[in-house]
């Protein structure tokens, strides 16, 4: 039935019962016996169902109002959010080809490991050579494109190698080079980002505002950090555990997980604040958070058989960073 025919319905039931209602009220008979509100012949049960039935029906001819009555709408955008564009660049795409190139050789570097014979393996390695060299293809036709304009790409041509690299399924490295800023500016605003509860280490922000944590030496914040770590966090520590455990929490920034420059820089953090302090080039392994403090390894170390892979690390390039932050 139509809402508004039933919202038509119960009025006239409403009008209708008012009426009867209003025929016979004390002061069209002069019967002393009877109450305020009844009728000759009516009994005291049929005169409560009578003014129920009136208070249901005016009950819902205003909750058909209600649904049925005048929504709010929302205002219509204003000329510049509608003129509003997002500027992307040639450099843009191209460095965001490399990270989406990056990340798939780590994958390629991943099932390696992994049983070559198994059918889901060579599906998925199958799968990963086909968007690198598609990648590959595009980074090409980019470059040249961008040789041949003097480096002045049209939005619209801009717009088809977007387009292209997102239906890649690379859609998280291809984000507004203004949302980067926007959380590193956040990031700076609040250096305290990302800091755990009762956590007395250091905390750093990655270029794109990723916090990185750095605990002491020892087993100082062991607790705190494999508690806060999630799936996609990783921790970084040198291969030979002589220094303190990095936490990369990828996991409170969207869009950046197995980015290579926060994965460098926790790696450096992590070669700055062991043992290795005055050399170049460190030797740091890097793994994911259920591979830490398993049974039968010390707490806050990493198994060499199940670390996810091995990075070099460089104490200088953030070592004027963090002596800002040391005591």
């Known amino acids: 039935m139509c809402p508004t025919f039933r919202a038509i319905m119960a009025f006239l039931a409403l009008v209708s019962i ?10 069209h008979h002069t019967d002393p016996k009877l109450g305020p509100c009844s009728f000759p012949g009516q009994t005291e049960s049929t005169r409560m169902w009578t003014w129920r039935l009136q208070g249901s029906l005016v ?50 570097e991943a099932l390696d490991e992994q049983d070559e014979n198994a059918l889901s393996v060579m599906e998925r390695r199958s799968e990963t050579e086909q968007k690198v060299g598609r990648l590959r293809s595009i980074r090409e036709e980019l470059f040249k494109d961008a040789a041949a304009n003097g480096n002045n790409l049209g939005i619209s041509e801009l717009r088809d190698y977007q387009t292209a690299v997102a239906d890649l399924g690379f859609t998280s490295v291809m984000r507004n080079p203004d949302s980067w800023r926007r959380e590193r500016k956040r990031a700076r605003d609040n250096a305290e980002f990302g800091r755990p509860r009762d956590f007395h280490g250091l905390v750093f922000h990655s270029p794109h505002g990723v916090p990185i944590l750095v605990g002491k030496k020892g087993s100082h914040g062991d607790d705190i950090l494999r508690r806060v770590s999630q799936g996609s966090d990783l921790w970084f520590q040198v291969e030979d555990y002589a ?9 409170l920034v969207r869009g950046l997980k197995g980015s290579r420059a926060c994965m460098q820089m926790a790696a450096d953090l992590a070669a700055y604040y062991s043992n290795y302090r005055g050399f170049r080039d460190v030797p740091v392994m890097y793994t994911d958070s259920k591979r830490v403090a398993k049974r039968g390894s010390k707490r806050g170390q990493m198994r060499r058989r199940k670390s996810l892979g091995r990075m070099y690390g460089d104490p200088e390039n953030f070592a004027e960073e963090a002596r800002g932050k040391e005591p």
């Open 18 to 27: 008012s009426c009867d209602a209003a025929a016979f009220t004390p002061h």
């Open 59 to 108: 009950s819902e001819l205003m909750r058909e109002r209600s649904r049925n009555g005048p929504k709010r709408k929302r205002p219509p955008p204003s000329v510049q959010q509608q003129n509003k564009s997002v500027v992307i660049s040639a450099d843009f795409l191209a460095s965001s080809i490399e990270e989406a190139l990056y990340r798939q050789q780590r994958i390629l």
């Open 243 to 251: 220094g303190s455990r990095v936490l990369l929490r990828t996991s």
